[in-house]
Structures are given as C-alpha cells and as structure tokens.
C-alpha cells in the first residue's frame, strides 16, 4: 500500500512549500521503495507530467512564503537609514559606549535622512522596536536642522535619549538589516543591553496568544473527536443506502462557505439567539448565556466546521475494518469492550490519528471564526497576523509570527509521524 | 475417528479424556428458522444433529442458508424460531463470546496489528490464562500448523496458507470442544487447497474434536467429511456420509449436486414400489427405481450417471435400451467421455473405457440397470 502512494508523498513536488522537512522521516526508505518500483528515466517522465503543478507552487505559493517569510529576519530600514552609523559601530564591541566618532556619523546620517524626507520612515521603525523612540528621533532631527553642530556630550545633554544603552543596543541590532528582533519578539523575548531577557510583564503577550491557540484547537480536536468517532462508527456499520444518507447530511455544511457558516453561528449564538430561546426553553439554563464573543461560542462553531475534517479520515480507515473482525474475537471469547479496545480501537488509531491531527493543525490558522464569534481575549494567532499586516503594516512582526507558526506545525506533524510512522497516516 | 492417538497429538491432552457419559449429540438444531425482514426466509424448518468427534460439513449453493446456520451455531445471529441446543442445553440466549466455539473465517480474519503469537495468545488472554502457561500452549499450537518460525511475523507477512493455518492455530489454542469453519479454504490456490484438505483432516482426527465445515465445493465436502448436510435454498435437502450422498441420492437436487449425473425428463407410465416405466418425449419407454411416491401420469426427473451407462451387446435383453449418436468425445487417458443425443433430442454425458474408438456421427445403443436409474418427482 505504501508502494502505491509513494509517489504522491514522494517529496520533490512539495519541495518549495517546505515540506521536505517532514517528509524526511521516512525519505529515505521511500525513495528506496521508489527507485525499485521505477528505473530513473520513468520518474523524470513521471515528474515531467507534475512540471505544471510545479511551477505554480513555486511562483504562487513558494516565493511569496519564502519573500515575506524572510522580512521575519532581514529588516534594512534602519541600516538604510543610518548608513555611516552602522559602518561606525562596526568597528566598536557590543560592551563599548559609542564614541564621537559615532555621534559624528549619526548626526551625518540624521541631517540627510532630514533631507530625504526619509526621517519619519525611521522613526516608526525605530519606534516599533523601542516604543518612545519615534518622538525623540523627530526631536533630534529638528535640533540638527539648525544646522549647529553637537559633540556626542551636547547631543546627550539635549536629547537624553542618545545616551541610553537601550538606545544602541537597539540600533546596533539592526545596523546588519539582518536581525533577531522580530522572531525573539514573537517569543516575548529580546535581546537588550544585558543580553537575552522577557519583555516586560506588560508588553507580553504572544506567547499568551500562542498558548490560547493551541489550546482552543486542541478544544475543538477533542470535541470534533468526541462526536466524530461514535458518529463514524455508526456510519460505517448501517447499511450503504443509510450511511450515505448520513454522510450527506454531516457533509452538507462542508461544502458551504465558512463564512456563511461562521456567520450562521453568530445568529445562533446571539443573547436572544436561537441556542438561547432553546436553552431556555427546554430549562436546561435559567438566565441566557454569553456565548457571542465568548472562548464557548468559539469552540462551538469550530467544532462545527470542523467536525467533517475528522470524522472523514475515522470513517475511511473504520470503513475498511472488516466486519469479520469483531466477529472473529466474540467467537474467541472477548466480551463487546475487550473486542473493541484491543481489536478494533487499535486499527482505527491510524484514521483517528490522522483526524485529529488535520484538525488540530487547521485549527491553528483559523481566522475568520475568532474574528467575528470570539471576544478580544479570544483572538487567535492570526488574527494577530492579519493585524499586523493590514492594520500595522509591520509586515516585519507578522512575518515572525508567521514563522513561528509555522515551525510549532511543523515540529508537531514531525512528532506525530516520527510517532506514528508516516505510512500509517491515513488521510481520506 | 482416531482417538486413541489424540494423546500424542500436541494440544489434545484434555481432549483424549472425555467420559462416556457425555450424550452423544454435541449440537441439535430443533425446528430452526431464520427469517430476515419477517419474510425472506434464510432457514426453514431445521432439525440437525451434530455427533460428538464428528467432521460434518454444511454443502450448498451460494444463498442456500448453510452461512447463516453457521452463524446461528456461532452465536452471530439468532435463530426466529425453534431451539439450538449446545451440550444438552439452550445456547438461545448466550452471546458467542460465552458459547467456547472455535471459528475459522474465510478471509481468515486474523488481526493485523498482531503478531502471529499475539494473535494466537489472543483467546487464552481473554480468558485470563496464566503467562508462562500461556506462551507454551501458544508455542505448542504452532508447531501443531508447523509456523513455530513465524511467532514474530505480522499476518501480512505470511501466504494465505500461512494465514489459514494461523487462524486455525488461533481457533484451536483454547481447545474448544467445537470448531466452525466457513469456507476456510476458499481463498487458496487448487493445489494449496487440496493440501490444506489433508492436514485439516488429520488435524480433525488427531485431536478428536468436532468440525462443522461449511463449503460450496462437493469434492472438498466428500474427500473431508464424516457426514454431508446438503443444503437446498434454505431447507436441509438430505445429511448422510458421503458414499450414501452419491449412490443414494434422496431427490434430484442432491443427485446433480453431489458428483455429475445425466437428466432426463418423462412421465411415469406405470409405477410400482421397487420399479417404474417412465416414457420419454420420444415415446421410448425406460424403467427405473422410482424415489417417493409417484402415479401414473406424473412427471419426473430421470438419473443416470456417466459411468453406469454401457453400449448394448447386440440382441442382449437389457432393462433399459436407448439409440444415441456421438456427438463428440473427449479423451482422458483412463477414460474418455462421450457427448451423446439421443434421438428424442436430449444429450447425455457417457464416461467408457479408453479403448473402443468412436467418431462423432456413429450411432450407439446405450443400456442400464434399472436399480442405477433414479426416477425423482419433477417439481412443477
């Protein structure tokens, strides 16, 4: 069977997604199994046929991952801004207080940064890394519009500012345009003057934010497996004309939009919603309950959406479990629960495994279900990625946190196929 | 049934010792009936008995209610009418993990995320059995199926005969007083078939327990069994030892089911208890050995088979003499077989020595004792 599918997980087509990484588990062997099912040349025929798909992924989905991916690291706004600056403290230790030399070179930079118009641009940058630092640039800039001329004394007599080692520290983070700044951030950490430390308790908050996505997937994953393993048990065993019946109806929300459903769900979920009114009526709850906005309403719609991602690879692999198989350990003396847990869970576990597993993952991205159902302590990664790209425009930080995400994934479907062994994930 | 060497046969310690006072009848089907939907009916009216050691195979067509007799046995399904008595008591309400049954599936049912030992310790730890005692009976069972090799292997590692013999392994291990088989060597290649027969049997008889084999196949119910139930759309059509099926068949379906006969249709002419005239659609006259009660003027179903038809000296006085004309022939070396017409236009399958040469178009008469020829009532 692994044969068969070798060459759909065979990892040179995804290449340029990144997934190589994970592919190479079991790489090795299957580019074994692969080379004896084919001689060379009828791979490269094979891959000649993928050439289209290839190139689409690279031009469309590869480059612009890998282009905003590595604004994450390389941000030149500040050495662009600072160019005599940065050449300048290149020749000084991290330990050493910047010279006149420097000063000299900064007060260059500024006058012509004045002069470009260009100030503002640095400011803000230098802003999002060191908040309060955009006024004090602006300040200085007007100071040396003047066209006197300060010593490094003068200058930090009246910008105080310049003589802070945060201020350089800063700086000289980014004087290489390549940086840590984004990707430590997007950890709570930084790496200051005393070297690598927590921002402070106020500032932080995406490891909060991290923390609250993997919980609200992981939430949803067991709630879409609580309901989605009894439910493809059932389907698997009625008779074919009724299972697809039931199947229908579980999928007939897949093939809506998430957007209608999502926004199905904001009706449902209102103070005087329809799960409301039932609620009450039916005397299950005695005063209405908060569930717009709320991490429950949340949960609730995301295991609706994504209670088909799981329930489909459960009930492919319990589809292909013989029947005989349950008879044959009742006829060996196991009891309905013994026969269950040791004969059929074990070879469900793959189709659970593989259920889970997609939706955990596609939990981790969601966006548009946070947005409009859960409250401001419900938002979710992306949602801060989407902030900062279309609000902020600190493409610099969304893409840190993109990156983030992306590796936490990655290292995750490592572990549960290194766990698992890649040729027992069973996806439909 | 060779009891006496179940002593020596690797798991049939226990076995070898059963008292005399044990009733001879270990399964009786009384008055079964199974009805699906309230209508179609699987099984009508029953009544079998299965004998203590006995190997007794279920034979039938596809669709002929032997599976679900089985199942019924094994506890899978439950029987709408009448009893099934297991050891002298009502195995009606006992679910089939409570009923000690051995079972062999046809696709063999092993559990793949099990090892060969695992699989086969499998029904000794659901009944709690001790480690140590465990892993020798596990041992012991395979060597019995010769896989003690393979204890480590994944079913999915083994050829299908491998696995059949795991199976059996597994279903032998807790040394059930009966074991089910439901076409257990369907799967398997003619040649591996006809191997599996010959250890199956001796199996059988080394360990003295009971088989109920079901199987579509009369040459594998013949060559293994003690008795064969031959079962006709859901009613049991006759049960007897394998000799008495073929030269005794008691209705037509038995007599074309179990080894090859010619039919011919006609109408009794004259009827007495041992002896019958039946005319043919030529007017010729035949006399057979009339099965049941038939009248004059009945129609009937006539049997003959291949090799109790001979060529007619000339001018001998046989009972039964029809003219043919070869049609063709095949040659088997022993024996060859004749394709022949009759001149009513009815063909009929000849089995004769090799020497005499024939070419098609020669005519022939053709003569048979009476007690070979069968006259069953044709039902409408």
Known sequence: ?428 | MARSSAAEGPAGENLSSIPSALPANLVEFIEVEKTYAGHVIAVRRLDLVVRRGEFLTFLGPSGSGKTTTLNMLAGFERPTRGTIMLEGRSVDRLPPYERNIGMVFQNYALFPHMSVAENVAFPLSVRKVEKRDMSARVRRALEMVRLEAFSERRPAQLSGGQQQRVALARALVYQPSLVLMDEPLGALDKKLREHMQIELKQLHDQLGITVVYVTHDQSEALTMSDRVAVFESGALAQIGEPDALYKEPANAFVANFIGENNTLEGTIEQASKSSCVVRLRDNSRVKATPIGVMVPGDPTKLTIRPEQIRLAEPGSDEDTCLEGTVEGRIYLGDHQRLLLRLANGQELTVKIGADAGFQPGMPLRLAWSTADCRAFPASP
């Open chain 1, 1 to 428: 069977m692994s044969e068969n599918r070798a060459p759909i997980i065979s990892a040179e087509p995804r290449l340029p997604c990144g997934t190589a990484a994970l592919a190479g588990v079991s790489a090795v062997s299957l580019r074994a199994k692969l080379r004896r099912l084919m001689p060379l040349h009828e791979e490269m025929r094979a891959l000649t046929l993928a050439v289209p798909l290839l190139a689409l992924l690279i031009v469309s989905f590869g480059v612009p991952i890998i282009a905003l991916l590595s604004r994450a690291v390389y941000d030149p706004s500040i050495v662009n801004a600072l160019p005599r600056t940065a050449e300048a403290l290149q020749h000084l230790s991290a330990a050493d207080p910047p010279g006149d030399d420097v000063f000299a070179a900064l007060e260059a930079d500024l006058k012509q940064d004045q002069a470009k118009g260009s100030i503002f641009e640095f400011a803000k940058s230098l802003n999002s890394r060191l908040s309060g630092a955009r006024s004090q640039v602006l300040k200085t800039a007007r100071l040396l519009a003047g066209g006197a001329a300060f010593s490094k004394s003068e200058l930090v007599a009246a910008v105080p500012f310049w003589g802070e080692k945060e201020t350089w520290s800063t700086i000289r983070g980014g004087a290489h345009g390549f940086t840590s700044f984004y990707l430590l951030s997007a950890l709570d950490l930084r790496w200051g003057a005393d070297g690598l430390t927590s921002v402070p308790a106020g500032e932080a908050v995406f490891l909060r934010v991290f923390a609250r996505t993997f919980m609200v997937a992981a939430l949803v994953t067991l709630a879409t497996l609580a309901l989605g393993f009894p439910l493809a048990y059932l389907i698997s065993n009625l008779p074919p004309t009724l299972a697809n019946l039931v199947l229908v109806l579980v999928l007939l929300p897949f093939w809506t939009s998430i957007l209608v459903r999502t926004a199905a769900w904001t009706v449902l979920l209102q103070k005087f919603g329809l799960l409301n009114d039932a609620l009450i009526a039916l005397g299950i709850a005695t005063e209405r309950l908060e569930l717009m906005y709320s991490r429950l309403g949340l949960v609730i719609a995301m295991t609706h959406i994504q209670l088909p991602f799981t329930l489909l690879p459960i009930y492919s692999v319990m589809r292909s479990i013989p029947p005989s198989q349950l008879r044959a350990a009742h006829s060996l003396g196991a009891r309905p629960l013994t026969a269950f847990r040791r004969v059929y869970l074990p070879q469900a576990l793959p189709g659970v495994m593989a259920g889970c597993l997609l939706t955990f993952i596609l939990c981790l991205g969601y966006y548009i279900t946070p947005a409009l159902i859960g409250g401001a302590s419900d938002q979710l990664i992306s949602n801060f990625i989407a902030n900062y790209v279309n609000v902020d425009l600190n493409w610099e930080m969304a893409a840190a946190l993109s990156f983030m995400l992306l590796t936490f994934t990655l290292l995750l479907y490592a572990a549960f196929a290194r766990f698992l062994g890649l040729d027992r994930f069973k996806l439909v």
